[in-house]
């Protein structure tokens, strides 16, 4: 059974951005940073998106096009989700829309529909890729986070600025 990883996942977010008129650009699997960054040049709008695939990335891993079992499925998502709600918090991305991406197969929907309802409360998308590249946004149209969130404001990590030059963010 063909399973898509975190890279393939990244680049069909990617495509779908493009086709919306952004400029996008995803990080390799295992690279620290933000996986998928994304500006619109005309609205200036961004993008924030943290990926995760549903078989191993890593070359001349056994998990290659090996679907994750519920529990990998369970811990992919729940990182992915904490590390968008730690972006909500990063005052240089007040006015950027967080979202996280993963593939729609039987684990990783059971797990996205359950945290749905949170997601939409907080202001961050779910990016569901099928294994045929089509990409379902929910909800499809950027959206606003609560301001202020009740969490401290943080300073960009260099960690995430990696990728998320689209223009520079200044601090």
Not at 18 to 26: L, P
Not at 110 to 135: H, K, N, Q, Y
Request: include cysteine; charged fraction near 25%; aromatic fraction near 8%.
């Amino acid at each position: 059974m063909f399973a898509l990883d975190e890279n393939a996942v990244s680049q069909a977010v990617v495509r779908w951005l493009e086709d919306q008129g952004y400029q996008a650009r995803a990080i390799r699997a295992g690279q620290h940073g933000i996986d998928v960054a994304a500006w619109h040049p005309e609205t200036r709008h961004r993008w924030a998106i943290e990926a995760k695939g549903a078989a191993s990335s890593k070359k001349g891993s056994r998990r290659i096009d090996r679907p994750l079992s519920d529990g990998a499925a369970y811990g992919a998502v729940s990182k992915a989700l904490l590390n968008t709600i730690f972006w909500t918090g990063i005052t240089t991305m007040r006015d950027t829309s967080i979202g996280l991406a993963c593939p729609s197969d039987r684990y990783f929907d059971m797990w996205l529909d359950r945290i749905e309802p949170a997601c939409a409360v907080l202001g961050i998308s779910i990016f569901r890729v099928g294994t045929d590249g089509e990409v379902k946004c929910s909800p499809k149209h950027p959206v606003d986070r609560p301001a202020p969130l009740l969490t401290p404001q943080w300073p960009m990590p260099r960690s995430l600025q990696r990728n998320f030059e689209l223009p520079p963010y200044e601090d």
